[in-house]
């Protein structure tokens, strides 16, 4: 198992509400990658935060927001749920620099938009 | 944008058997690849990774070979185990932060 740690594991939200989403990353990284894990699909880049700033940006809109705090956990925040949002959303634990053997993924946080 | 697919969305293999598990790239700029292997409920784990300056690159009972000229990388996995069973995807990166990945191939190994 990797060091990184996701919470809540499940989570139900309306469609039009707000949701907040936790990562907690491996001792000694620096870097929160977020993704996004529609059913049958392999994970989309959300963003990259890196020393509490944000560090790349995939294709998502801008009520998908973030933040990383001074221990290096982050949270990833999205506005105005809609049912496409429904989705496993994966943390990536890293250093700055990294290859792949040195990211670890977070056993995700499964969101559910009605 | 970036496009990475896999040829067989599904690959039943009988234990002991090698697996073969095929993806292709468009992205001719891509210069670092990687396999990864998702279990049920978890997240996606690194297998093996390989750069665009080498051909072939091997692990512990897993080998990936990348074709530049066609843009098509793939996995194989020697004598399957049914702990092998998991959805496999392909990511690429091209220097940056971010990792495009493959929609995935769901492995099942029959005992």
């Known amino acids: 198992e990797t060091g990184v740690t996701q919470s809540p594991t499940h989570l139900i939200k309306t469609r039009g509400q707000q949701v907040t989403l936790r990562c907690s990353s491996q001792s000694g990284h620096n870097t929160v990658s977020w993704y996004q894990q529609a059913l049958g699909q392999g994970p989309q880049f959300i963003f990259q935060?890196?020393?509490?700033?944000?560090?790349g940006r995939g294709n998502f809109p801008p009520r998908f927001s973030g933040l990383q705090f001074p221990n290096y956990s982050s949270e990833l925040n999205v506005n105005a749920l809609e049912l496409d949002d429904s989705a496993l959303y994966l943390c990536?634990?890293?250093?700055?620099?990294?290859?792949?053997?040195?990211?670890?993924f977070g056993p995700g946080t499964r969101l559910t938009v009605t | 944008g970036e496009s990475v697919g896999l040829h067989l969305p599904t690959l039943s293999v009988q234990e002991g058997d090698n697996s073969i598990i095929n993806c292709a790239y468009s992205n001719s700029a891509s210069d670092y690849f990687i396999w990864y292997k998702q279990e049920s409920g978890k997240g996606p784990q690194f297998i093996i990774d390989?750069?665009?300056?080498?051909d072939k690159r091997q692990g512990q009972r897993v080998t990936v070979l990348l074709n530049k000229t066609v843009k098509h990388l793939s996995l194989q996995i020697a004598a399957t185990q049914p702990g092998d069973s998991a959805v496999y995807f392909c990511a690429e990166n091209t220097g940056g932060n971010q990792f495009y990945f493959g929609t995935g191939t769901s492995l099942t190994v029959i005992p």
């Open positions: 935060y890196y020393r509490e700033e944000e560090n």
């Open positions: 390989i750069r665009s300056n080498m």
């Open positions: 990536a634990s890293s250093r700055q620099g990294i290859t792949g053997d040195e990211q670890y």
